[in-house]
């Protein structure tokens, strides 16, 4: 069955850090990747996803991803974070039918 | 607002009620999945359509879950007898074709079960 695995339960970075979120997945066909991310009491918003090409996505808000098939990883990166940015991250894989399988989050918290 | 709308945001039940919560999903997107998050995991597939036709159920949590979405525009999700492990935030989410595309998400249906 597919996974994805997101190492760190919570990271807490200083404000203007730069900022490293990692995600793993299990073998497969080619993934269909993508991060979300959840403010408190909020639904999920899309920051980025991979299905095919190059490699390095940008996304919104800043954000951008490397997708590595040789370590079957697609970190979610920030170069210089900001107060906003304190939410939760999920990373997901889609599969047939358009499922997603998501991680179990990190939890990020950004020191003034 | 067009995107995705859940009601209630929030439901608190007793024991052994049932519940309905309803989602109507992004005009003209003919998909719509129900996932279901509990406190500190990510969200777990539940159950999807593709327009009217319930595609994938396998994943419904016991047989007191179900779902439908009877014109192929907002949906349902059914929760009979509930229990206090039944106790998690229901997301829905909608998407457009029928590849890999963007889902858009509800705030989705915080339940607590007391």
């Known amino acids: 069955a597919q996974s994805v695995t997101q190492p760190d339960i919570h990271i807490t970075v200083s404000e203007g850090a730069s900022l490293e979120l990692r995600c793993n997945y299990s073998y497969g066909a080619t993934p269909y990747l993508f991060w979300y991310v959840q403010s408190p009491g909020q639904g999920l918003q899309l920051l980025l996803k991979y299905f095919s090409g190059d490699t390095l996505v940008q996304g919104i808000k800043g954000f951008e991803a490397e997708f590595k098939r040789s370590q079957s990883s697609f970190n979610l990166r920030k170069p210089s974070v900001h107060w906003s940015d304190a939410a939760e991250y999920f990373c997901?894989?889609?599969?047939?039918?358009?499922?997603?399988?998501f991680g179990g989050g990190t939890r990020l918290m950004v020191k003034p | 607002d067009t995107g995705v709308s859940q009601d209630p945001r929030h439901k608190i039940t007793k024991r052994g009620q049932n519940v309905t919560f309803r989602c109507d999903p992004i005009s003209e997107h003919n998909r719509l999945y129900w996932y279901r998050q509990t406190l500190g995991q990510g969200p777990e597939f539940l159950t999807y359509f593709q327009n009217e036709a319930q595609l994938e159920k396998s994943r419904l949590l016991s047989d007191r879950f179900s779902a439908e979405r009877p014109k192929g525009s907002f949906s349902t999700l059914e929760i009979q007898r509930t229990e206090q492990g039944d106790s998690a935030m229901y997301l829905c989410?909608?998407?457009?074709?029928?590849?890999?595309?963007?889902?858009?998400f509800g705030q989705g249906t915080r339940l607590t079960v007391v």
């Open positions: 989410a909608s998407s457009a074709g029928t590849g890999n595309t963007e889902a858009f």
């Open positions: 997901a894989r889609g599969g047939a039918g358009n499922m997603l399988t």
